[in-house]
């Protein structure tokens, strides 16, 4: 993997080697700290011709600056301090990471009057350089000139700021869910023929060093437990089944936990069903909602959260042999209701539909959350910008959208109804997998809360957003790890205790 930068909290103090980012406002310009690593004026001089005027992203530099030992002096604005919120500073420092290059020596001076008196500005825009500087390159040999952000070699970054140590303080905790999101990342991007079922199973269970409980049951297990919808997806594929219980316990003694299920489908051809070949290699991400709750995981047990949290994880692989599931076969699923399977790549509601019902009959959580690549119909709906939010909880449903605006992985409500809900009922069992041409998202979210039962519950369709989506100033990487922050922002605001 690429060399992760170090991060240090320094006062204020005139550098004398490397290169140096000043942060530059707006309305504020620059500090008297900033202008003291430009005795000669040269970049003061540059700016004007530079047409530099502090507005957010934008940036000016000098190499071997006059006066100085520096190879670089960077100005970088900030936009208007008074607009900028936790996100903001991390696309900040966002784009520092982006304008790294090769240096070894990076101090970046965060000094803007009122900017971060609890020194949160300045751990944001640590965590952002962080998130930026993510590359998976686990299999080049040859490492280097191609990479978009050539952050490749081991880079120190001393941040200075007012308040140093609370800014190392605040960057503990944002730095556990820096790896959690990289938990997520390493997941999706992982190929398929490194990370089955059993693989991404071992992988959870390396979870167990930071205190997370972790189960994993077979497929003799589940099929005790009646998951004939589960391990329907998963007997086409040689590579057995699993599914993963991770129990963090940070909250009070007997309280009820928050639930997380996420979809684990390591590699999807569709089954008999079978997708395109076109695009059929992105279907290694198809776990992206397995991944999303090992990473938050990851993040809740390494920041110590209070809070009582179970993940579920079904992990399955969704292959095609003479043993694979058939169109029109009718599955029981652990809850007792049957199955009519009209289409084998309709396969994350079977997957979920018994991780879910498990979940809910053995936890009784205080509430139940599924994330899942489900369907290319919410991108059709909502692009790949937002993550679509189904919700029987209007009161859940509405801290799920405001955490979404606080780290921007975006959430938008769709809707559910009786009308759609009609539109799953078969002839032939009592339900079938797949409803008409319109609606398909919304199909699949109703076919989900028949397994729910009276949970207060809420489903992400996050197949826009977790892989293969728009690159962002703290994503260059293919899988995203949306979702961690997510998640981790609505337990912090809202369920600890």
Known sequence: MAARPTIAFAKFATVKKGTVFLISAEEVGLSDVAKAHDPAGTLIRVLPAADFSGKFGTSAEIFAPEGTTLDRLTVIGAGKVSALDEYGWLKLGGHIAGLLRKAKEITVVVDLPGAEPDGAAAANVAAGILLRAYSFDKYKTKKGDDARDDVRTPVKIAIQSANPAAAKKAFAELEAVVDGVFVARDLVNEPANTLGPVEFAERAKQLEVLGVKVEILTEKEMKKLGMG?????????????????????????????????????????????????????????DMGGAAAVTGLLHALAARKAKANVVGILGLVENSVDGHAQRPGDI??????????????????????????????????????????????????????????????????????????????????????????????????????????????????????QRFVKDTSWAHLDIAGTAMSAPASEINQSWGSGFGVRLLDRLVRDYYES
């Open 331 to 448: 599955v029981t699923s652990m809850s007792g209701q049957t199955i009519e399977v009209l289409n084998t790549d309709a396969e994350g509601r079977l997957v979920l539909a018994d991780a879910l019902w498990y979940c809910s009959d053995r936890f009784q959580p205080r509430l139940m959350i599924n994330l899942a690549t489900l369907t290319g119909a919410i991108m059709v709906a909502l692009g790949q910008h937002h993550a679509g939010l189904f919700s029987n909880d209007d009161e859940l449903a509405e801290q799920l959208l405001r955490a979404g605006i606080a780290t921007q992985e975006k959430l938008w409500r769709m809707p559910l109804g009786s009308e759609y809900d009609k539109l799953i009922d078969s002839k032939n069992a009592d339900m079938k997998n797949i409803g008409g041409r319109y609606g398909g998202a919304i199909i699949a979210a109703q076919f989900l």
């Open 229 to 285: 919808s589960l391990l329907g997806v998963s007997q086409g594929s040689p590579r057995g089944a699993r599914l993963a219980v991770l129990q963090w316990n940070g909250g009070k003694a007997k309280e009820k936990p928050l639930a997380f299920v996420g979809k684990g489908v390591t590699f999807d051809t569709g089954g008999n069903s079978i997708k395109p070949a076109s695009g059929m290699e992105d279907m290694k991400g």
